[in-house]
């Protein structure tokens, strides 16, 4: 029997629409399984903290010194341009140095030493706990950040700290960039030591089922659709013995404008509504995609500074043909509901780009289940819903409505943002709406996700899958898993929890830090 020949993979233009060049073939099942094999003999080479950090600070460098390459091949498959690429491309270095410096600290390795305690009822053990890598981690890149959660983004940064191989399902939308990328981060890995099939790569859809269904995969991360992130989450907890899977799904990351808020600076707001929902096209996954704002005369200067900002947009091209039809199949479906204006209309600009607009809508349209449900689910691209409230309980009403998201947003007037405010507005608000985000905005925007410790880009279903954060240094954690040794001979301690502390780590010795 035939056989079927390997699917092609294309680099696309999206601004002709146009192929560019074949880069590879789709995977095949044994492609995979090499692939992921390579990457599980490699954990060994991971084993030491030394090794994990040089490979990322060589990472860095080399993608640095090759920036000009990888800039102008991710701007021909995406269109993002070369300013926003360049500041994609820092931050991707940047966190790569940054879970260097991680890991030569080894906070992230939680150690903890109870020593026994024959006094205690009853008796207490040797107890030392510390966290040790997973194993190798599949990686899915997203379509709207084809470097810093891509290839060399922060999945494969953190993970590879973590001690943990990777294999990544590289984004159909940029092919090239993510082959270049991960030749980058082979060389890395042949240069410092470490085997170089410690980073793998696989192309097509079939193949990033088999990727998370094998056997050696030991968790997953995923930054991408509802609709897919579901399927493979469903895929990873059906195996027989089911594994983690960190998805970012979906966000429609609601903004709640108070009308002090709007009374003090209607047309500072506006504005800066404008720049944030048409950043990057509208293809951030925190872009503001609801906006509670008030009725009356405060909320229609809003409105016109919105109208006037968002009208001298330029129109901007999306990821993709398939994004693009079904941001326009989107807008036009919420534009035909009842009660729906659109100040500015959001469509297609021309043959391959899009306009970028806004709807509006009385809050009491969204009070209760109906077809105005739709406005509550994101819309990818440059469109927003301005949602105008009467008082406070339409507000409270529209949010109770509201499913998990990665951000919430709050403007304040000043009274409120002091909390000298008689109602007490600004704390309620920042009550009603902590429940339903990973991360809270005060008289801020969304967009912008900062690479630092404190930060944290997850939240509730359908925003992710998990509590963990995909961002910051405690990304790390996903892939490691808490092991204890109880009342285990000196001698054969891992030096990790060694008494003599010879790699000195901070630790915690009888629930109290140990003094360095």
Same mark, same amino acid.
């Given at each position: 029997? =035939?056989?079927? !020949?390997? *699917? /092609? ?5 999206? #601004? ?6 074949? +880069? &590879? @073939? ?89 020593? =026994?305690?024959? !006094?205690? *009822? /009853? ?5 030392? #706990? ?6 190798? +981690? &599949? @990686? ?94 469903? *895929? ?281």
């Amino acid at each position: 029997m =035939a056989t079927a !020949a390997a *699917a /092609p993979v294309w680099s696309v233009d999206p #601004r002709t629409g146009k192929r560019r060049e074949q +880069v &590879a @073939v789709e995977a095949t099942a044994a492609e995979v399984e090499q692939t992921v094999r390579a990457a599980h003999q490699a954990r060994t080479a991971l084993a030491g903290r030394p090794q994990r950090a040089a490979l990322l600070r060589r990472a860095a460098d080399l993608l640095d010194e090759a920036g000009e390459a990888v800039i102008e091949a991710a701007d021909a498959e995406t269109a993002l341009g070369p300013g926003r690429l360049t500041a994609e491309l820092a931050r991707t270095t940047y966190q790569l140095r940054a879970f260097a410096d991680s890991v030569d600290e080894g906070a992230f390795l939680d150690v903890r030493i109870d020593h =026994a305690d024959p !006094a205690l *009822a /009853p008796p207490r053990p040797d107890l030392r #706990r510390y966290k040790i890598p997973l194993g190798t +981690v &599949a @990686v899915y890149a997203a379509s709207n950040f084809p470097l810093a959660f891509s290839v060399p983004g922060g999945d494969t940064a953190s993970a590879l700290a973590a001690g943990c191989p990777v294999v990544v399902k590289a984004h159909p939308d940029h092919p090239a960039t993510s082959e270049l990328c991960a030749a980058l981060l082979r060389r890395a890995a042949a240069e410092t030591g470490v085997l170089e099939g410690v980073v793998g790569l696989v192309h097509g859809f079939q193949a990033g089922l088999d990727l998370v269904r094998h056997p050696l995969i030991t968790a997953a991360g995923f930054t991408g659709s509802v609709r897919g992130g579901r399927a493979l989450h469903d *895929a990873a907890a059906a195996r027989p013995h089911p594994i983690p899977f960190h998805g970012e799904l979906g966000s429609l990351n609601p903004v709640v404008i108070t009308e002090a808020a709007a009374a003090e600076r209607a047309e500072q707001i506006g504005a800066g509504l404008a720049g944030s929902m048409t950043l990057g096209t509208g293809q951030f996954c925190v872009k503001p995609g609801l906006v509670l704002a008030p009725a009356g005369d405060h909320g229609d200067r809003l409105l016109k500074a919105l109208t006037d900002a968002v009208s001298n947009t330029e129109a901007g091209v999306l990821l993709d043909r398939r994004m693009r039809q079904a941001f326009l199949d989107g807008v036009s479906s919420r534009g035909r509901l009842p009660g729906v204006d659109a100040p500015v209309t959001p469509g297609a600009g021309g043959e391959h780009t899009v306009s970028a607009g806004f709807l509006t809508v009385p809050a009491a349209r969204l009070a209760a289940e109906g077809p105005h449900d739709l406005l509550l689910e994101e819309c990818f691209g440059p469109v927003t819903v301005l949602v105008r409230y009467t008082d406070d309980a339409e507000i409270a009403a529209v949010l109770a409505r509201l499913t998990g998201t990665l951000t919430a947003t709050l403007h304040l007037g000043e009274a409120e943002s002091a909390g000298t405010d008689p109602a007490g507005r600004g704390a309620r608000l920042l009550t009603d709406v902590t429940p339903l985000a990973g991360r809270v905005v005060v008289n801020g925007w969304p967009t912008g996700v900062a690479v630092a410790p404190a930060q944290h880009h997850g939240g509730p279903y359908p925003a992710t899958t998990s509590t963990a954060t995909s961002v910051g240094s405690a990304a790390v954690e996903r892939w490691l898993r808490p092991v204890v040794h109880q009342d285990t001979p000196p001698a054969l301690l891992p030096p990790e929890l060694r008494e003599d502390n010879p790699l000195g780590l901070p630790r915690r010795v009888d629930g109290r830090p140990e003094s360095g």
